[in-house]
């Protein structure tokens, strides 16, 4: 069995029932013997708190393993059905709500399509109440945590969940206190929406087990969640990795934050299809910006292909940009404009990050697709509702 990671000085700190819960949901499923040496707690100490928790029904047993002759040894883990969460995205293009196990796999989904122009937070919060209205049903009787919400933007770090979005029109707007007081009696949390997609990544998918990683998030818009040393990195005021707002070309195309030659501009979907559609000087945008991109990605044209081509090349170099910054061991793109570009042209991209990156931290990296799909966003915001279950940060 491949041994637990080591611990970190915050497990440490970490009460004896929660670094036990912590070890297993991440670590798990592990025998009473793996769990002594992985926690740093006596035999005694773990058989007395799994003994409490399998009675409260949070651990199950998952199975035996040999013990070189002996009594088979049984292996624990934490129940991912004992409780649900409900995680949210709110994107540019939809809000999407999901009743997730604490293993984050969905149980019930509900979508809603955002209008252009029809972004303020009242229609938003209608549909994010409608939506964990619908999903709730679903639950069973199963006790439900919190509601944990990504959105794009700054969402300010605190309980009242202050969202800072121009795409949206939004000035600090406190969406965290408004949910809460719609949702009540559950527990709501708000955090920016790449960086719940990362805190995902990192938990159960291509970022697993990083210490110094980036994951990229690229949908209409763009976004990167910094994680160092294992721990998200949120700067002075919550809005690190604001990768988008990078400018790549001193008086390039107007971006939506106000200013001009962003990233974002030419990356983001939004930027890709307006790029497009001045070369092409048409795009057909049945079914969406999805749709629109999925197909320009497959359109063999000459057009097409050098917007694709640019596209790769200035996606290079921005991921350049953030491993001269950071040198970290991974770069995860996703978001589900990421996805489709890193799903056809993966190569392409990591080439052209060679070509404008330094050779160092350019040689010790990786580069890597996405593991959960375009739900990262909506499974990560959840997670905040799962640390509180497990005990603390
Ligand atoms: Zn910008």
């Known amino acids: 069995m491949e041994r637990p990671k080591r611990m970190t000085t915050r497990d440490l700190k970490l009460g004896n029932r929660a670094r036990l819960l912590r070890t297993l949901y991440f670590d798990g499923p592990l025998t009473r013997r793996d769990l002594a040496p992985a926690t740093n707690l006596s035999t005694a100490t773990v058989s007395n708190v799994t003994a409490e928790l399998i009675a409260e029904g949070i651990l199950r047993e998952a199975g035996k393993v040999d013990s070189d002759g002996g009594r088979p040894h049984i292996l624990l883990d934490v129940d991912p059905g004992h409780a649900l ?202 079914g969406g910006e999805e749709a629109a991109l999925g197909r320009l990605l497959a359109d063999p044209s000459p057009a097409a292909v050098a917007v694709v081509d640019e596209t790769v090349r200035y996606l290079g170099a921005g991921l350049a940009d953030l491993l001269n910054l950071f040198n970290p061991e991974l770069i995860v793109i996703g978001g589900w404009a990421g996805l489709m570009l890193a799903g056809r042209r993966l190569g392409d991209i990591t080439a052209a990050t060679g070509e404008y990156a330094l050779k160092q931290p350019f040689a010790s990296a990786r580069i890597a697709p996405g593991m959960l799909g375009p739900d990262a966003v909506a499974k990560g915001a959840a997670t905040p509702v799962i640390v509180r279950f497990l005990g603390g940060a």
């Not at 969202?163 to 559950?186: I, K, N, T």
């Open 85 to 286: 969460v409900v995680g949210v995205d709110v994107g540019e293009t939809h809000v999407q709500v999901e009743l997730l196990d604490l293993k984050l796999a969905a149980r019930a989904a509900a979508r809603y399509a955002l209008e252009t122009g029809r972004h303020d937070p009242a229609t938003v919060i209608e549909h994010i109440a409608a939506g964990v209205k619908e999903v709730l049903a679903a639950a069973g009787g199963v006790p439900v945590l919190g509601v944990g919400v990504g959105m794009p933007g700054i969402v300010e770090y605190g309980p009242d969940g202050v969202v800072h979005a121009q795409a949206f029109g939004w000035d600090a707007v406190p969406l965290g206190r408004m949910l809460a007081d719609r949702l009540d009696p559950l527990p709501v949390h708000v955090e920016n929406g790449a960086m719940t997609m990362g805190q995902a990544e990192l938990w159960f998918g291509a970022g697993r087990g990083a210490e110094n990683a980036i994951i990229a998030l690229i949908g209409s818009g763009v976004g990167s969640c910094v994680i160092a040393e294992g721990a998200l990195y949120r700067g002075a005021g919550s809005s690190a990795g604001e990768w988008g707002h990078t400018t790549m070309r001193v008086d390039g195309p107007a971006c939506r934050c106000g200013s001009r030659g962003c990233l974002e501009a030419y990356v983001g979907a939004e930027g890709i299809l307006d790029r497009y559609l001045a070369a092409a000087g048409a795009v057909d945008l049945d």
